[in-house]
């Protein structure tokens, strides 16, 4: 198994991938427990949930990780932290896929918060990917850039959000539409940074969905 990669493995056979992009500060194990949460219902999905490239900056315990630091949260700085951290899981995806010899369709990238970021931004580097889905994050597009066979997007997000705020998932919405990607959106009325049951089943309904009527990857 992959290093530093906390994962949950199905019995059979894996003919299906989750993969988690946990937040700023977090680790793998922590987006884990939704594959836990979903296991029940996705039969033959191996869920993989690795932690990020980097120790955390804000404190100095090993458990805690980023996918690129946040010192602010301007759009110039995150557009490097992305240029920055988008080869890594280009890689680890590639890695993967040959791994269990599966095709980017059986694929789905999950996020959370920075880790959104991270897989919206898969958008420009992975064609034909499963799916994408954001919970609590927020859209930072390479300049001039076009998505590669782009596959549905769901974005959920809590309307009193303080960390990410709700109008980022409205604004993703609106660009993602400009450049040709189908987005489906979830508003979890009174919801914080977090994620909630009705987004919980939502995300499971979009996987199931997306298993379903997967067109072959050529």
């Given at each position: 198994?992959?290093?530093?990669?906390?994962?949950?493995?199905?019995?059979?056979?894996?003919?299906?991938?989750?993969?988690?992009?946990?937040?700023?500060?977090?680790?793998?194990?922590?987006?884990l427990e939704i594959g836990r949460i979903w296991q029940p219902?996705?039969?033959?999905?191996?869920?993989?949930?690795?932690?990020?490239?980097?120790?955390?900056?804000?404190?100095?315990?090993?458990?805690?990780?980023?996918?690129?630091?946040?010192?602010?949260?301007?759009?110039?700085?995150?557009?490097?932290?992305?240029?920055?951290?988008?080869?890594?899981?280009?890689?680890?995806?590639?890695?993967?896929?040959?791994?269990?010899?599966?095709?980017?369709?059986?694929?789905?990238?999950?996020?959370?918060?920075?880790?959104?970021?991270?897989?919206?931004?898969?958008?420009?580097?992975?064609?034909?990917?499963?799916?994408?889905?954001?919970?609590?994050?927020?859209?930072?597009?390479?300049?001039?850039?076009?998505?590669?066979?782009?596959?549905?997007?769901?974005?959920?997000?809590?309307?009193?959000?303080?960390?990410v705020s709700y109008a980022m998932m409205q604004a993703a919405?609106?660009?993602?539409?400009?450049?040709?990607?189908?987005?489906?959106?979830?508003?979890?009325?009174?919801?914080?940074?977090?994620?909630?049951?009705?987004?919980?089943?939502?995300?499971?309904d979009f996987i199931k969905y997306q298993h379903q009527n997967?067109?072959?990857?050529?």
């Amino acid at each position: 198994m992959f290093e530093n990669c906390p994962s949950l493995l199905p019995s059979g056979n894996i003919k299906k991938i989750v993969l988690f992009l946990h937040g700023y500060g977090s680790n793998g194990e922590d987006l884990l427990e939704i594959g836990r949460i979903w296991q029940p219902s996705l039969e033959h999905t191996a869920f993989l949930s690795p932690n990020a490239i980097e120790p955390f900056e804000g404190n100095t315990f090993s458990d805690s990780y980023q996918w690129f630091g946040l010192a602010d949260f301007t759009p110039l700085n995150v557009r490097a932290g992305l240029d920055k951290a988008r080869p890594h899981l280009n890689r680890f995806i590639k890695r993967v896929l040959a791994e269990y010899r599966l095709l980017p369709s059986d694929l789905i990238l999950v996020g959370f918060s920075q880790g959104t970021m991270l897989a919206l931004e898969m958008l420009f580097s992975v064609s034909r990917l499963g799916g994408i889905i954001g919970y609590s994050g927020a859209f930072y597009p390479p300049v001039n850039a076009t998505p590669l066979s782009p596959p549905p997007v769901l974005l959920v997000h809590g309307t009193t959000d303080v960390v990410v705020s709700y109008a980022m998932m409205q604004a993703a919405q609106n660009h993602l539409r400009q450049l040709g990607v189908n987005v489906m959106t979830q508003t979890c009325s009174g919801l914080g940074h977090s994620i909630d049951e009705a987004g919980l089943m939502a995300g499971l309904d979009f996987i199931k969905y997306q298993h379903q009527n997967q067109p072959i990857a050529l």
